[in-house]
């Protein structure tokens, strides 16, 4: 049992590049959502997907695309990078468990630089 | 948007000793989940909190939830080098909320 895998675990990217970011889960989780983190500033919900073939922005949508290709994975894209994406990018899933419905379990991260 | 507040940002202190952390915030959450993060992990889930006034205990470390499910700290007791990293706290805003409210996080340090 995997959990939460992410590839790549590191990137560099040159302004104006694309790229994908691959997110699987083994655990049967309905949602899943893709976050990016940087200093100071918490997580902040880029796209999440509460079930296979639904996708909602979040906080921080503009400049990435998702797609959820199955309920296992959830990919996020970015078409045209920019320096000011330079973060680190978590996936997680949450549990459909009865009266834990809001726990979620993160993916190693992937570090991207855009140069 | 409902924010989360921690305090303190930043705690470093001797192996041994004791400490609280505090996540506040002016709304009332459903449910409020705590997780550590340790450098180039990605957050893992310690614990969840759903009713006011609640408790949870696991092993030195005790959670508790505020009466009006607003608030939440975490106290850890004899503090141990292993339980340095980011502590973030998460709440959920109420029944079929997809998302999550995080906390910017308290980075602990506990030094030898």
């Known amino acids: 049992n995997a959990g939460v895998t992410q590839t790549p675990k590191f990137q560099v990217l040159k302004t104006g590049q694309s790229m994908t970011l691959q997110c699987a889960q083994d655990m049967n989780h309905n949602s899943m959502y893709w976050y990016r983190q940087d200093p100071g500033m918490g997580l902040r919900l880029i796209y999440y997907?509460?079930?296979?073939?639904?996708?909602d922005k979040g906080e921080v949508p503009n400049g990435y695309n998702v797609s959820r290709l199955n309920k296992r994975e959830f990919s996020l894209r970015l078409e045209s990078a920019a320096p000011s994406q330079t973060s680190v990018y978590f996936c997680?899933?949450?549990?459909?468990?009865?009266?834990?419905?809001?726990?979620?379990?993160f993916g190693p991260g992937t570090r991207l630089t855009v140069t | 948007t409902q924010l989360l507040e921690q305090s303190p940002q930043f705690l470093s202190i001797q192996e041994g000793e004791n400490l609280t952390v505090y996540c506040n915030s002016s709304?009332?959450?459903?449910?409020l989940q705590w997780y550590r993060q340790e450098p180039g992990e990605g957050p893992v889930l310690l614990v969840t909190v759903v009713t006011g006034g609640e408790v949870k205990k696991l092993k030195r470390l005790t959670f508790q939830f505020g009466d009006a499910r607003k608030d939440s700290s975490l106290h850890i007791t004899a503090a141990q080098p292993g339980d340095t990293g980011l502590y973030l706290c998460?709440?959920?805003?109420?029944?079929?909320?997809?998302?999550?409210?995080f906390g910017k996080g308290t980075k602990l340090s506990v030094i030898p």
């Open positions: 998460a709440g959920a805003q109420g029944a079929g909320s997809y998302q999550l409210t």
């Open positions: 997680a899933s949450r549990t459909d468990r009865v009266g834990f419905s809001y726990e979620q379990y």
């Open positions: 997907s509460a079930s296979e073939g639904t996708t």
């Open positions: 709304s009332v959450f459903s449910s």
